[in-house]
């Protein structure tokens, strides 16, 4: 694992946006694999800018997302449909009909879970895979016990998963209950990974990550697994001060 400290949340976000930068630099037709989040908005943001003033062009880039609340629309403003249009597909020149997320309204999920993992095997997964790390480690909505073994699949949401989230929604009770997400394995068919972490509140979570125990119990732990895998944290997420 290849850890990176920045200063603060500008620097890390500038950091995570030069290298999806790169990764479409040298290959237009990257496949992207996207997270949502509060973490990666400052990427998005840099991005943004990139393709504003520096001509950074993603006309030819395909983008999976690693998860999606089931029953949510995509015009609805707490799915991650939506949250993708706002902060990035709505001001950058990719084609829509290859933003690719899991349909959490599809009646059927198992099968939705199923014909979207296929994609992703299609595609030959991600190029650089963006990641978020929750405070007990997970990684998508693989929450702790998730085999290693997962690939895409359906979750139930654990309270503390809810509560975290709960902060975008107008009470708890409308956070879902289930969502769809990549499994472990369809994650680690990245050939690339880049996991970041901000703030004191995830100093924890960094600092089990490092220390190299492989466990279920600790889903980030499977990036251990991983030949190429960046963590980009800011110096608060390292435990400084
Ligand atoms: C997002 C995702 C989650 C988040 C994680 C951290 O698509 O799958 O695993 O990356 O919950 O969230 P933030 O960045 O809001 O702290």
């Known amino acids: 694992m290849n850890v990176i400290t920045c200063?603060?949340?500008?620097?890390?976000?500038e950091k995570a946006a030069e290298m999806i930068a790169e990764t479409v630099k040298q290959k237009p037709d990257a496949v992207l694999g996207l997270a949502t989040g509060g973490t990666p908005e400052g990427v998005y943001k840099?991005?943004?800018?990139?393709?504003?003033?520096?001509?950074?062009?993603?006309?030819?880039?395909t983008t999976i997302?690693?998860?999606?609340?089931?029953?949510?629309?995509?015009e609805d403003k707490n799915s991650y449909h939506?949250?993708?249009?706002t902060h990035f597909f709505a001001h950058i020149d990719s084609k829509k009909d290859r933003h690719f997320l899991p349909d959490g309204r599809a009646d059927d999920l198992e099968?939705?879970?199923?014909?979207?993992?296929?994609?992703?095997?299609?595609?030959?997964?991600?190029?650089?895979?963006?990641?978020?790390?929750?405070?007990?480690?997970?990684?998508?909505?693989?929450?702790?016990?998730?085999p290693f073994e997962s690939r895409t699949h359906v979750v139930?949401?654990?309270?503390?998963?809810?509560?975290?989230?709960?902060?975008?929604?107008?009470?708890?009770?409308?956070?879902?209950?289930?969502?769809?997400?990549?499994?472990?394995?369809?994650?680690?068919?990245?050939?690339?990974i880049l996991i970041m972490a901000s703030g004191k509140s995830k100093a924890q979570a960094v600092k089990q990550l490092l220390d190299g125990r492989v466990s279920e119990a600790f889903p980030a732990s499977a990036l251990h697994e991983h030949p190429d895998v960046t963590v980009l944290i800011d110096e608060e997420a390292a435990g400084g001060d």
Do not use: W
């Open 111 to 146: 099968a939705e879970c199923e014909r979207y993992d296929r994609l992703i095997q299609t595609l030959g997964g991600a190029d650089i895979q963006l990641l978020g790390i929750g405070h007990n480690g997970h990684i998508g909505f693989n929450e702790p016990g998730t």
């Open 156 to 192: 139930e949401l654990n309270e503390e998963t809810r509560r975290a989230n709960a902060r975008y929604f107008p009470s708890i009770d409308q956070v879902p209950e289930k969502a769809v997400t990549m499994g472990i394995r369809t994650i680690l068919s990245g050939k690339r």
């Open 82 to 85: 939506y949250y993708m249009n």
């Open 46 to 61: 840099e991005l943004v800018r990139m393709h504003r003033s520096e001509g950074l062009s993603f006309r030819d880039v």
């Open 65 to 74: 997302n690693l998860d999606e609340y089931a029953g949510l629309s995509p």
């Open 7 to 13: 200063r603060h949340y500008e620097e890390l976000s």
